[in-house]
């Protein structure tokens, strides 16, 4: 059933684009938020609530059209997904048993968004996973919809899209800043070298009690001593800046997040360090880099899709080869979450977390988001980094340093 639109269509921005590739060489490229609870949901009342959201809300229900420069989204109308999936076999700490994660999500033929529900599970608890394309959608905006389709399940009114065709290029010229590069590949993965050339990825869960001041920089300081135990080669951190702080009337699902980098070569006390890191963090910040990267990037938009995945996946084998790469760890903070939000239709939630994607390019892709009782980090690595135990070493060393430092209130 297509559904009516406000808006028809945007362009695809040199960014988006690039995730496109990310998805072309480790396909899914999705972000993927898990929400844990008790209760379980009616598939026909979720797809109801999911078709009303759509109406006012265009970013969910997208389809890539065009080439080139000419690239577009449209919004076709089509609602997201809803699927009914075993999830017996799951606990929710690895992508083991969870074939539903692995599900491609075809951007030209849609849908960029879907609602998984899983029957029963491993541990006794009840599961449901939103997807979202993150060429189309990012976490932000992955988050609105799911805000909005728990409103409509307790009998409230969606807030609804409003944003209209803006991209990432469009806010981040409101910084008025030059273009920047991306990166020279001169930095190390923080597990070492690749014992393979596989594009595959695999990811994995920790959960930390208690509630931290300073997170992101805390938690770039302990990724840097935890990845001690494989490399002693310098780390860049790619940390997500959300671009819709140029706008704050935006109410938006689109892709609107850069990226500003912070490198990092040594840890001269661990304090000390997170200083520096909060520091260089603050002027990123200040001197608009995510915006500055975007624009960078979006110098690729006229090249065909074929082209940039022949280089991106080049690319890909040189630093898996010579464990050099551009960006070492991408390190997304996706802040403490109300889980008030995420309750209706039956279903009350008690924790939720994303799984970042992983793509053969980036050693390592880390979201931490969190509640009142913790935070969750999960990672996703290619299989050739991670294997041997690293990626759950490096994690459990992560976990280990942020609640052994000060920082830590307990409740």
Wanted: neutral net charge; glycine residues 12%.
């Amino acid at each position: 059933m297509a559904l009516p639109v406000p808006w028809t269509w945007r362009p695809v921005s040199g960014l988006e684009k690039a995730w496109l590739v990310a998805d072309r060489l480790a396909s899914p490229f999705v972000n993927q938020l898990v929400i844990e609870g008790s209760g379980s949901l009616d598939p026909e009342l979720v797809q109801v609530a999911a078709n009303r959201v759509a109406v006012q809300m265009p970013g969910v229900c997208l389809q890539r059209r065009g080439w080139l420069g000419g690239m577009r989204w449209e919004s076709t109308g089509m609602p997201p997904v809803v699927r009914v999936e075993d999830g017996r076999r799951w606990d929710g700490q690895g992508p083991w048993g969870a074939p539903f994660l692995e599900r491609r999500m075809d951007p030209v033929d849609g849908p960029v968004c879907e609602v998984v529900l899983l029957k029963g599970s491993a541990d006794g608890v009840d599961r449901l996973v939103i997807r979202t394309h993150h060429a189309a959608l990012d976490g932000r905006g992955a988050g609105l919809f799911v805000d909005d389709l728990f409103a409509v399940l307790r009998g409230e009114e969606p807030q609804g899209a409003k944003a209209g065709p803006f991209t990432d290029v469009d806010l981040a010229r409101m910084a008025e800043v030059a273009p920047r590069k991306d990166p020279l590949p001169d930095r190390a993965s923080p597990t070492g070298r690749a014992t393979s050339m596989d594009f595959e990825t695999t990811w994995a869960r920790r959960r930390v009690s208690g509630r931290f001041r300073g997170l992101l920089s805390r938690a770039v300081v302990g990724l840097w001593s935890a990845s001690r135990a494989y490399t002693d080669g310098a780390l860049r951190f790619g940390v997500p800046v959300d671009l819709r702080r140029y706008n704050r009337d935006l109410r938006s699902t689109a892709n609107l997040t850069g990226i500003l980098h912070i490198d990092l070569d040594g840890v001269d006390g661990v304090e000390r360090a997170q200083a520096r890191v909060r520091a260089r963090l603050g002027h990123g910040l200040e001197s608009h880099a995510a915006a500055a990267h975007v624009l960078g990037v979006d110098a690729i938009r006229g090249l065909p899709l074929w082209l940039m995945g022949w280089a991106g996946a080049r690319a890909a084998r040189r630093g898996l080869e010579t464990d050099r790469y551009g960006t070492s760890v991408t390190l997304s903070n996706l802040g403490r979450q109300d889980l008030r939000r995420y309750r209706g239709g039956g279903f009350v939630a008690q924790r939720a977390f994303w799984i970042p994607p992983g793509q053969p390019g980036l050693p390592l892709f880390v979201a931490m988001s969190g509640d009142a009782d913790g935070v969750d980090i999960v990672g996703s690595m290619p299989v050739g980094l991670a294997d041997g135990g690293r990626l759950e070493g490096l994690l459990d060393g992560v976990a280990e340093s942020i609640v052994s430092e000060s920082g830590c209130v307990t409740q």
